[in-house]
């Protein structure tokens, strides 16, 4: 699936990161985490619409003891 490619090491729709912008940590990156936690992570992309991502992470990482 195309919008698989995002979430591969490196990938970037920028040529190269400028004066006051970089390209981020990378969706690599997060994906990594969020499935280390036992979460996971989606995404919706329409033409003209725009995107969604869904994160998904187990409740019992959002309970502070």
């Known amino acids: 699936k195309v919008m698989d ?3 591969h090491p490196g990938f970037s729709t920028k040529a190269d990161a ?4 970089g390209r981020g940590v990378g969706l ?3 994906k990594k985490k969020i499935e280390s ?3 996971s992570i989606y995404v919706n992309s329409e033409k003209g619409k725009g995107t969604t991502f869904i994160l998904n992470v ?3 990482l959002l ?3």
Do not use: E, N
Request: aromatic fraction near 6%; charged fraction near 15%.
């Open 18 to 21: 400028g004066d006051v912008s």
């Open 37 to 39: 936690l036992g979460g």
């Open 5 to 7: 490619l995002i979430f």
């Open 28 to 30: 690599d990156a997060v």
């Open 63 to 65: 309970i502070a003891d």
């Open 58 to 60: 187990p409740i019992t």
